[in-house]
């Protein structure tokens, strides 16, 4: 009797971590699409026609599992003052995700704790087009530092470094 007992601790023990291992053999993307995918999220990300590193952006996120609608704008000045982005975190682009604003070359892991935590902020934003950044060529140069937007349309509080 003990050794049935002792069989079925280890089958079950071998089925467990099987199932960890096939979870973590998942690529990211798959893990993402899965969670986006479950919370119906969607993303529109505003750009100039003329912009290149918006499209490597979107080409990143698409990588990472999210589906975004692109929209032109050629008056993004427009599209900053609509979404009351602070100046100093302004970049190139613009995107809403699931009821938040995402202004720049934010990291997708900076997005996804956004969407996790759903902190009680306008958005989040990294101003500039920072080196080494997603969509950005070169050597990234430092931690990316990603700001909260408060609600009022000014920088806040450091969000997450990466």
């Not at 971590?17 to 969607?42: C, P």
């Not at 934010?106 to 902020?121: F, G, M, N, Q």
């Not at 950044?133 to 470094?161: C, L, Q, R, W």
Request: proline content about 5%; aromatic content about 6%; charged content about 20%.
């Amino acid at each position: 009797m003990k050794s049935n007992l002792v069989v079925a601790l280890l089958v079950v023990a071998a089925i467990s971590v099987i199932g960890v291992m096939g979870y973590q053999s998942l690529g990211k993307k798959d893990r993402v699409e899965t969670l986006s995918e479950a919370n119906g999220i969607s993303a529109t990300l505003y750009k100039s026609p003329s912009c290149g590193c918006c499209g490597e952006y979107t080409a990143y996120l698409d990588g990472e599992g999210y589906e975004v609608d692109v929209k032109l704008e050629q008056d993004m000045s427009a599209v900053k003052e609509q979404f009351s982005i602070p100046y100093e975190l302004e970049s190139c682009h613009t995107m809403e995700v699931d009821g938040y604003v995402v202004e720049g070359h934010v990291p997708e892991a900076a997005i996804e704790k956004l969407l996790t935590e759903r902190p009680d902020i306008k958005g989040i934003g990294m101003g500039g087009m920072p080196s080494g950044s997603p969509g950005m060529p070169g050597p990234k140069n430092g931690e990316f530092v990603i700001y909260e937007i408060n609600k009022d349309g000014t920088k806040g509080a450091v969000f997450t470094t990466i």
